[in-house]
């Protein structure tokens, strides 16, 4: 069960942390993009390639503090065919290092395109007499929101290993436009959680949550607090700390009295990190996991990873 192995993970690095992998040409340290750009010139390839070169470096950085990392799949597509192939390999580097590796898809598909999908993530898709899996992951974060005709082809990987984390409510400032809004007797976030839970039938693992888990954000202290309290047998995954604005003290309110169940996502904190340090950048993996040490050192002055 994956989410009993993210949850070993945790455990083992006493790190209840997921590092969210979502390079930007902007961002990067001026000597990768350089080197790309001598390779490769000017060209989507070479943004690429300097995606692939400095996700290898932060994971490298971080394979010894944090247990798990979640690979945009939006950040990489960006950049066309060349992104897409830099992600796979990002993929199958981070499964190689050991981490719980989540792939964030932020999108739905439905019927043979949602098939698919879910076989190039978690099965294998069949050419002929040969089969490719060509985006390997543990788990993978989507939308929920065509309900489950978009869900359970990834929710019967679930049985097989696999997980799958549903948008509950997001860390955004805009998410309440939507999913605050009032659906018969719930707001629409509700409605979420409560199809993660009827969704989860037969699929709970050996620690007491399901395979099937939600996101929310750690913006919303009392949104957070009250889920929780409420679906205390579905792992969060808990974006929004540090670039977002949430912190340690926000972020708390995820975890259960063993400080298990949940999963606290950041980004651009840890990623770009060497930008506030006076440099060029050419100790981003030393910034990166400075970062890393200094969340989970945060997280667990509120509580306690038993």
Known sequence: MAVDVLQAKIRKLKNPTMVCICPTIRELPLHIKEDARHKYGQTLRAAADAYRTFSFGILDALKETVPAVSIVSGAFSALGADGVAAMQEVLSYAQSLGY????????????????????????????????????????????????????????????????????????????????????????????????????????????????????????????????????????????????????????QFAFDRMGHGAAILAGRSILYAYQKQDGDGQDYQQAALAAAEKMKKQILSYITVM
């Open 100 to 251: 719980y590796v989540l792939l964030d898809l932020m999108r739905a598909d439905l019927g043979t395109t949602a098939q698919d999908q879910a076989d190039a993530c978690f099965g294998a898709i069949q050419v002929g007499e040969q089969s490719f899996t060509p985006y390997p992951c543990d788990g993978v974060l989507m939308s929920g929101f065509l309900g489950s005709d978009a869900v359970k082809p990834f929710a019967e990987y679930c049985r097989t290993g696999k997980n799958v984390f549903i948008i509950s409510r997001s860390s955004n400032k805009s998410a309440r436009e939507v999913q605050d809004l009032l659906s018969g007797d719930r707001v629409v976030y509700q409605v979420m959680a409560d199809l993660a839970m009827r969704w989860s039938t037969g699929l709970f693992g050996a620690n007491g949550y399901s395979e099937i888990g939600i996101a929310v954000g750690a913006t919303n202290r009392q949104v957070l607090e009250t889920l929780r309290r409420k679906y205390d047998r579905l792992f969060f995954l808990v974006p929004g700390y540090g670039a977002q604005g949430a912190g340690a003290k926000d972020a």
